[in-house]
T-cell receptor, first 116, second 114 residues
Framework: AQKITQTQPGMFVQEKEAVTLDCTYD???????LFWYKQPSSGEMIFLIY??????QNATEGRYSLNFQKARKSANLVISASQLGDSAMYFC?????????????FGSGTKLNVKP | ETGVTQTPRHLVMGMTNKKSLKCEQH?????MYWYKQSAKKPLELMFV???????ENNSVPSRFSPECPNSSHLFLHLHTLQPEDSALYLC?????????????FGEGSRLTVL
């Protein structure tokens, strides 16, 4: 079974508007971490934001916020005030912490296009 | 210069060749990872090394063999590959000593198998 599901292969957003990228996850571990990465066309994976499974508050990093709904097992990324440079692939990931190897699982990504 | 360096950036090889991908991290991390990225698919975890101890993904074909001689270097040895192995191979590292413990990625090695 897929551990991370991103149901939006592609999204468009107007510059300066907010956009939400969806992510759901599946785990039976009580302790885990959730991450979002950005991958521009150049290929490098850039870490954006982290949410721990025990964190009570939603994580925020500048224009990025993570809408964490634990009961629903969802970890949506919200980008406020979109910029042209936000156009990229976005990947949701989960780290299970049940063993020493801390495996990270990724979704298939969402391609975001920001329109001027 | 990134903290995680991968070489070569591009590699074209025939199905009978033997080649290796190299990854080096300058961050003092203690865990290193190989991922395979194919178009429109989730990143596929291939191998993890933690303090030089390896966990293997049983679905990875034996034509891929990892080597981690020390905590800073990671190799992926390739032999008798198939065209479907063409992909972007990403190396990553992490430390368990940060609050977030995110992966730091290299820029990837783009492999084409003819």
């Amino acid at each position: 079974a897929q551990k991370i599901t991103q149901t939006q292969p592609g999204m468009f957003v107007q510059e300066k508007e907010a956009v939400t990228l969806d992510c759901t996850y599946d785990t039976s571990d009580p302790s885990y971490g959730l991450f979002w990465y950005k991958q521009p066309s150049s290929g490098e994976m850039i870490f954006l934001i982290y949410q721990g499974s025990y964190d009570q508050q939603n994580a925020t990093e500048g224009r990025y916020s993570l809408n964490f709904q634990k009961a629903r097992k969802s970890a949506n990324l919200v980008i406020s005030a979109s910029q042209l440079g936000d156009s990229a692939m976005y990947f949701c990931a989960m780290r299970e912490e049940g063993d020493n190897f801390n495996k990270f699982y990724f979704g298939s990504g969402t391609k975001l296009n920001v329109k001027p | 210069e990134t903290g995680v360096t991968q070489t070569p950036r591009h590699l074209v090889m025939g199905m009978t060749n033997k080649k290796s991908l190299k990854c080096e991290q300058h961050l003092g991390h203690n865990a290193m990872y190989w991922y395979k990225q194919s178009a429109k698919k989730p990143l596929e975890l291939m191998f993890v090394y933690n303090f030089k101890e390896q966990t293997e993904n049983n679905s990875v074909p034996s034509r891929f063999s990892p080597e981690c001689p020390n905590s800073s270097h990671l190799f992926l040895h390739l032999h008798t590959l198939q065209p479907e192995d063409s992909a972007l191979y990403l190396c990553a590292s992490r430390t368990g000593e940060s609050d977030t413990g995110e992966l730091f990625f290299g820029e990837g090695s783009r492999l084409t198998v003819l």
